[in-house]
């Protein structure tokens, strides 16, 4: 039944790196004044804007098209859902996924100008000379938010390698913390209600416990199939 609210598609990734301890994931705090999961821990992500499908960005994709395709279909518009994961993490984390070329050094105003608005998601990709593996993102679940929110998505989930040499920073607004965090401990500490956590979060971070590195995991992952709730 709908409750009039319309649901807006959207996409997430959870960023990975191997640990002196095991898997880690990255997770970003959501600042307080937001609507949906104010304070939670969650992984990069948001709604997918119609920019993600510009014509420019998909001439920018070196691979990963047919596997997009595979997994979405070709109605719609699949690679647009990639783009905006990797375009999400750039926003929220600093951390450029999903790329086959990258520039030796990132300038910080390339980030700040896209979150502020004054430069398009297109613009950056130029000027950066990005080129996009999206099958580097292994898509590995859909969850759409239940009604009787006040905003709600339909959220296609990917998990991707951390890229070596970045560091991630939050942006400050969106975002205002960031963790790496093993999945077990991540789950415990919302267990202890030290920190508030989404159920598509905490449902990934349960999977994410069976494995102990990214190659596994993202492996894993892409074996098991998409899962959709």
Known sequence: MSDGVTVRDAATAAVLRDGTEGLEVLLLRRHGGHVFGANAYVFPGGAVDDSDADAVLA????????????????????????????????????????????????????????NAGDRSWADVAAR????????????????????????????????????????????????????????????????????EMMHPTRVTLERLCDYEDVESALAGLMADGTVSS
């Open 59 to 114: 001439a920018r994709v070196s691979a990963g098209v047919d596997y997009a395709r595979a997994c979405l279909g070709e109605t719609g518009r699949p690679l647009a859902f990639w783009l905006a994961a990797i375009r999400e993490c750039f926003e929220e984390a600093g951390l450029l996924v999903g790329c086959s070329h990258l520039p030796a050094e990132i300038p910080a105003g390339e980030r700040d100008a896209l």
């Open 128 to 195: 950066l000379e990005l080129r996009f593996a999206l099958d580097d993102l292994v898509y590995f679940a859909q969850w759409t938010t239940p009604p009787g929110r006040p905003r709600r998505y339909a959220t296609r989930f990917f998990a991707a390698r951390a890229p070596e040499g970045q560091h991630a920073a939050c942006d400050g607004h969106e975002t205002v913390d960031h963790w790496w965090a093993g999945p077990a401990a991540a789950l415990a500490s919302h267990d202890r209600g030290e920190i």
